[in-house]
């Protein structure tokens, strides 16, 4: 028997990586189909609402969702279905971000598919100082596959998985055992819609089920619903292995990229330069790997760094310091994530300090600390960054880390550097590891009950390190995921 399409598909995504697949459309036929149960629920009230919002009063809106979905979704479903997920869950990436992998909310959830930052890296994303790939629509969709998949097996339902997703999976399966006779003789997908009859979940949870059904009824018939939907070119790439330290400036020099396409490729980048600690993957356009390989080989390494590396001879301030190799302390700041000062906030004689080229700060992005978490209402209170622990560290050990602080000098010109303890988990640690870890602490009503401690803490610390200075910042590092292997 021949091979069918799945299997086509499914075999090409794991040799040749994200973009070089993009799923078969569907037979065209005058009914779409969906791989989510979507007919069975389209006629419940809120699913109804949704779908007047959608096409009515936030059209506008929804279509331009829409249109910037229409670059990334051939890659999230030749993902998802190379996974064996239902190709209909990219409909989640649509009322999560709108497609949008630089969304960022007000509890600082990043990307597409709405990563809190210790999230992403119990899923195998890196999240630190220098990447953050939870604003990558590629990675992000890896870990957002694989934590849905294990949302699914816990609840056997994909509309209790989407549930947990948003809401966290403690307070879903709470809900199912508190309420279990009143979901008694409930099956399938009828589980979700009878736990939220109950008064449990909160109202955005008990809405989100409703919403992604509307939005996969709209999104499949949009002439139905007068939407007119505007086509993108498609998020296809090609990647070359870099050196530590290299600048895209360098990369695009390379391949004759223009800045803004190569920028837009490699969002998750955030400083302009592949991280000092790791050689990367760096996307250029299809077609453009082996020439920029090669020109990187020949390339000297002072010209391909983005920074030069300078000894600070005397104890100065960072202004000081800053204004001496003509760089601004925040773009100093950027590209020195571990400093070591004085209790007077003074630079410590002795320590070499990066200095950015302009070519490379063309390239990074001014974007809130990536390791921000922050909870309660719509205010949020912002505890950052979140301890956490190593992989294979012992829960109780992590018990005793305290979150670091950032804080900024009362009357001093340039800001403190924050400090942070950052370990990598990475994507090769065992599927149960992650699988624990991710129960253990992703349920967000759990957290809620930490932060009020964590917080209490915080300001008693906070008053302290004015006096006495700040800590440093390490990063971590987590491993990419397969593409196609052009190494410079």
Known sequence: MGATTDDVVRAAVAVFGDSAVVAAADSATDEPTWDLDVRSYETHDRVEYYVDLFSNRAKERFTARMSRGTRYEPMIRAKLRASGMPEDLTYLALIESGYDPHAYSRAAAVGVWQFMSSTARDVGMRVDW??????????????????????????????????????????????????????????????????????????????????????????????????????LPPYEYDSVRVAPGTSLSAVATAGGVPATELRDLNPALLRGVVPPDAALWVRVPVGRAERTAAALDSMPDEQARGYRTVRVGESVTPTSFAATHGVSVKHLRWFNPVVKTTKRGRLVAGQSLRIPEDAALTYARDIPDPSLEKFGGAGGRTIAPVARRPCGEARGDAGRNRPSLRAHRTGAQEHEWAARDATPCGADAPDQEIHNRVFQVISRDIWQRQVTKVHQEVQWESRRHKEEGDREITEGRLPQDKEKEIVS
């Open 130 to 231: 220098w990447v953050d790939e939870r604003r990558d629509p590629a990675r992000a969709t890896d870990g957002a596959i694989r934590f849905l998949g294990y949302l699914q097996r816990q609840f056997g339902s994909f509309y209790l998985a989407a549930a947990a997703y948003n809401g966290g999976p403690g307070r879903v399966s709470r809900g199912l055992t508190r309420f279990a006779d009143e979901l008694e003789g409930m099956a399938g997908e009828d589980r979700f819609f009878a736990l939220a009859d109950q008064d449990y979940l909160r109202a955005e949870t008990k809405n989100y089920v409703p919403q992604l059904i509307a939005a996969a009824l709209v999104a499949k018939m949009p002439t139905k619903y007068g939407l007119t939907i505007d086509s």
